[in-house]
């Protein structure tokens, strides 16, 4: 039987609207047992740097929709590629479905790179990751990030683009006015998943969520 740890959650006080980010690392999950309890939307591991693809994204992304779970795709960067090699594997992977989520692109890897260097501009590597999903999809991308990886390469940049912090329990203190999601916890507990995820909560209505 699953035990289901209890755990502080201070966004559940402040959005309703809260959802789960997933990889192959949680293995099998049950779906219909993850939105019955609470989970409104699912971002799903794509991809990683050039050539790397997740899995168990194909049964994760058609498995969330069976469920009538809201979901979009992640690729997580790398500063050891290039954007476009990257958005084309991205692309590679992910189907068009004008009723998914907007794309994301995790931004949070800091190196060092083990079979080539480092790009020379990590922030223009990205816009260029951006400008390509946008123009395959027809969604801008959503940045996800943390704070180190946020003070090291994307200070003074991106004023006009959407963003996922990373800030465990306390409330967002950087790109205020620009987040739409927050991840406040990295070893939630919820049914349908063996072991722990992250947690993350939408700022809007369910409403404007699927809007997106």
């Not at 189907?95 to 995790?106: G, I, K, S």
């Not at 722990?196 to 209505?205: E, I, K, M, S, W």
Request: proline residues 7%; aromatic residues 14%.
């Amino acid at each position: 039987m699953q035990v289901i740890y209890p755990l502080l959650e201070p966004a559940a006080f402040q959005y309703e609207v809260r959802g789960v980010d997933i990889s192959h690392h949680q293995g099998p999950i049950d779906w219909d047992a993850l939105r019955a309890d609470g989970i409104d939307f699912a971002y799903i591991k794509a991809s990683e740097g050039g050539n790397f693809n997740d899995p168990r994204f194909s049964r994760n992304w058609y498995a969330a929709e069976q469920a009538g779970m809201l979901r979009g795709a992640y690729h997580f960067f790398t500063p050891c590629r290039s954007g476009e090699v990257q958005a084309q594997n991205f692309i590679r992977v992910v189907p068009e479905d004008p009723n998914a989520l907007p794309p994301v692109l995790d931004a949070e890897h800091m190196g060092p790179c083990r079979d080539s260097p480092m790009v020379k501009d990590v922030a223009a590597e990205i816009g260029v990751f951006l400008k390509t999903v946008q123009a395959h999809f027809g969604k801008r991308p959503i940045i996800y990030t943390t704070r180190e990886f946020h003070d090291a390469y994307l200070v003074g940049k991106f004023a006009n683009e959407r963003f996922w912090v990373r800030s465990l329990l306390l409330s967002p203190r950087f790109r205020k006015d620009q987040w739409v999601f927050w991840q406040y916890h990295n070893r939630g507990r919820r049914r349908g998943i063996e072991g722990p995820v992250d947690l993350n909560a939408f700022r809007g209505t369910r409403a404007e969520l699927a809007a997106l």
